[in-house]
């Protein structure tokens, strides 16, 4: 999976109905999103949106750069099993505070 996608994810319920709720509970600085997907709910809440190349968020690139952040051969313990777009964006992240500004 090369982009993480708003919908249904399994026991989260649907994502996009509660998005606008919870960008107001948490009041994120900024958002990173591969590139193309803005959901209209972003606009609304006035949300800083910056917009990486989707290869940022590939599920495989990021399990291997999470392993070698966290020193370990696998995600396998940190219960992450079937959570492709949370790797994803988890690796998006780690690259992102990874460069300099």
Same mark, same amino acid.
């Given at each position: 999976?090369? &982009?993480? +996608? /708003?919908? +249904? /994810?399994?026991? &989260? !319920?649907? =994502? +996009?109905?509660? /998005?606008?709720?919870e960008l107001e509970r948490i009041r994120p600085s900024e958002i990173l999103l591969p590139e193309g997907l803005r959901p209209a709910e972003l606009?609304?809440? !006035? %949300? =800083? =949106?910056?917009? @990486?190349?989707? +290869? @940022?968020?590939?599920?495989? *690139?990021?399990?291997?750069a999470l392993c070698r952040q966290f020193g370990t *051969? *696998? /995600?396998? !313990?940190? !219960? %992450?099993?079937?959570?492709g777009a949370a790797i994803g964006a988890a690796g998006a992240l780690l690259d992102y505070a990874a460069r300099p500004r």
């Open positions: 999976m090369a &982009h993480a +996608r /708003l919908g +249904r /994810l399994p026991g &989260h !319920g649907d =994502v +996009r109905a509660n /998005l606008a709720a606009d609304a809440a !006035g %949300c =800083v =949106v910056k917009p @990486q190349p989707r +290869r @940022q968020f590939d599920v495989e *690139s990021a399990t291997r *051969s *696998s /995600l396998a !313990g940190f !219960g %992450c099993d079937g959570l």
